[in-house]
């Protein structure tokens, strides 16, 4: 069964489309990626996926469950959270007080005014956990803002991973992260628990293709193919399309 | 080499924010020293509490979750009016409880408005602010009979406190009783700001977007706080009321809010200290220099101002850090043992 589905999702801004009758299943713990050349909609999509922008037509069904009606926030409370092809970061505080936010938030003690931070063991116990999963260890007590970029990355992964989504989107992880910090990067995205459904969208083909076992092509807002990477690189539509787009710049 | 932090090092960590630091134990000490060091600046002392306690309410929702705002008189006059009244009236005369039902009162007011000031920009809610104490002045005007109008509001007679500390001429109760609610007050609002919503509240203020995406909700933590800090600002309200037996229509004049950003901006937001030293500076300042040109004291406060500005916060944080660096080493040479209470650490000589 699909964990999350769309169903015939529209975006329109004024005359332009940028995005049309989207259907999307992404199976249970699958690692689903979404490709598309620039301006494809990728982005319109996912920001339709969290609620912060409203489709004009068709449903988004997480878990069976109808959610196009959901704020943001409550969103991520039924379990899906996403990244930031930007970084969307607190840049005053530290990744352990980043972290630990999240953890609290959840866990429903993000609005005790009285209990003093870091006094309830449930969360400074997962705070430890997500710091050593995604290598923050070292900087945990840095402040956010002078973080190297590929740190700040796997911060911006970590913060949606510490609200436990059971969907996970990605939204280009990889952008612009130096070669060497790469490595580091791409180890913790494959190393993501199984029980996580990811969707993932990406332009670094390596990546896609190392990681997703299934692969949905969005051109000029419209899907165009869909299915297992094999099939998705075979496809002589899509070679002419994206991959010789890309092949040629 | 990386470490493994174990959760009591990670829990460690999150509290140190929230020691008190020695220079704060020595502000308080300080402060409460005052009653005994100064005892013909009551008056002074006094309005600097009142002041203090009110720039307080602005720093919470200013310094900690972003929130402009030119209105807060709103709440500081409807809470002053509301003590005058209850007293007048003898519908509540212990004036603690009163204070507290002000207090009250004002935060109703403040959680009613906050869902008009929530919404927009920066520019609109300095608007809406402003709008809402104006009109709550204006039905002050209006409602002469209930409030005194512009003459304000006669016969208040406010009962001792805790029915034994009657307010004297000199000021000295009155100046204690201000002192030691600011400090409650205080303790409060330090214990919300190093609490998981306080921590919350910086993030709203940091990113809106990645702290909803992250499952903050937003809209009602800002509620809270305005909440709160009209909650402060009516107890500030409720004590000029309450010391001086009197409520006038300039509780709620513009000048009041305004005298708060310049309170915060010569004190600082965000670290609570901020309006208490800025509302002591101001008041010493505006004291000071209208003793040198009762005329035109204005010129020079603004003045200071523009000086402040200019030079920048970062600056003069600077000047303050290496001042603190030359004393404390100076403390060190002259009294070796001191170094370990100064936490001052120094090269073996």
């Known amino acids: ?249 | 080499m990386t470490t493994t932090p174990t959760a009591g090092d990670v829990s460690a960590f999150l509290k140190r924010r929230a020691r008190w630091s020695p220079l704060e134990a020595a502000f308080w000490v300080f402060a409460f020293a005052t009653i005994w060091l100064f005892p013909d600046k009551y008056l002074i002392l006094k309005d600097s509490a009142i002041l203090a306690l009110f720039a307080l309410s602005l720093d919470l929702i200013l310094g900690y979750a972003g929130i402009i705002s030119l209105g807060q008189a709103a709440f500081f006059g409807f809470a002053g009016y509301f003590a005058g009244l209850v007293a007048k009236y003898g519908v509540i005369n212990e004036p603690v409880i009163a204070l507290i039902c002000a207090g009250f009162a004002a935060a109703a007011l403040g959680f009613v408005t906050s869902f008009l000031v929530l919404r927009g920009s920066d520019l609109t809610r300095l608007m809406v602010t402003l709008g809402v104490s104006l009109m709550l002045g204006e039905l002050a005007n209006r409602y002469s009979n209930i409030t005194g109008g512009a003459d304000g509001l006669q016969g208040v007679e406010i009962a001792p406190v805790l029915g034994r500390f009657n307010f004297d001429l000199y000021g000295h109760n009155a100046y204690v009783y201000c002192l030691i609610v600011l400090f409650v007050c205080f303790l409060i609002a330090r214990r919300i700001v190093y609490s998981p919503f306080g921590l919350s509240l910086r993030a709203v203020k940091g990113n809106v977007l990645r702290a909803s995406a992250i499952g903050i909700p937003v809209k009602w933590r800002l509620v809270s706080i305005y909440t709160v800090s009209a909650f402060f600002a009516g107890i500030a309200g409720a004590l000029l009321t309450q010391t001086t037996a009197f409520c006038s229509l300039d509780v709620f004049s513009l000048e009041r809010s305004a005298d708060l950003l310049l309170v915060l901006i010569i004190g600082g937001t965000g670290y609570l200290y901020g309006g208490l030293i800025g509302a002591v500076i101001y008041k010493l300042l505006q004291d000071w220099i209208a003793n040198l040109t009762p005329q035109y004291w204005q010129f020079w406060i603004g003045m200071v101002l523009v000086v402040i500005v200019l030079i920048g916060r970062e600056r003069m944080a600077g000047w303050i850090a290496a001042a603190r660096a030359f004393l404390t080493g100076v403390v060190g040479r002259l009294l070796p043992n001191s170094a370990a209470l100064t936490g001052a650490t120094r090269d073996g000589q």
């Open chain 1, 1 to 249: 069964m699909a964990i999350l589905e769309t169903i015939g999702l529209e975006k329109r801004f004024g005359g332009i489309v940028a995005a049309h009758d989207v259907s999307l299943a992404v199976e249970k713990g699958a690692r689903h990626a979404l490709i598309g050349p620039n301006g494809a909609g990728k982005t319109t999509v996912i920001n339709m996926l969290t609620g912060v922008l409203r489709p004009t037509a068709g449903r988004i069904m997480l878990e069976g469950r109808d959610i196009s009606d959901i704020v943001p926030h409550e969103r991520v409370r039924l379990g899906m959270a996403r990244t930031f092809q930007i970084n969307q970061l607190f840049l005053d505080l530290t990744p352990l007080e980043s972290i630990g936010l999240v953890v609290s938030e959840r866990l429903g003690s993000g609005a005790d005014w009285w209990r003093l931070v870091g006094s309830k063991s449930a969360v400074t116990g997962e705070i430890v956990e997500i710091v050593e999963r995604f290598r923050l260890a070292d900087v945990m007590h840095t402040r956010t803002a002078i973080l190297p970029y590929g740190k700040q990355r796997l911060l911006e992964i970590a913060l949606a991973f510490a609200s436990q989504p059971r969907v996970l989107l990605l939204d280009e992880p990889a952008a612009g992260v130096p070669e060497a910090e790469r490595h580091e990067l791409l180890a913790t995205i494959e190393g993501l628990p199984t029980e996580v459904t990811v969707l993932l969208i990406e332009h670094d083909m390596d990546l896609v293709f190392s990681f997703a076992d299934r692969i949905s092509v969005l051109v000029n807002g419209t899907l165009f193919v869909d299915g297992a990477p094999e099939d998705v690189a075979r496809d002589p539509r899509v070679k002419a399309v994206y991959l010789g787009e890309e092949l040629d710049a």
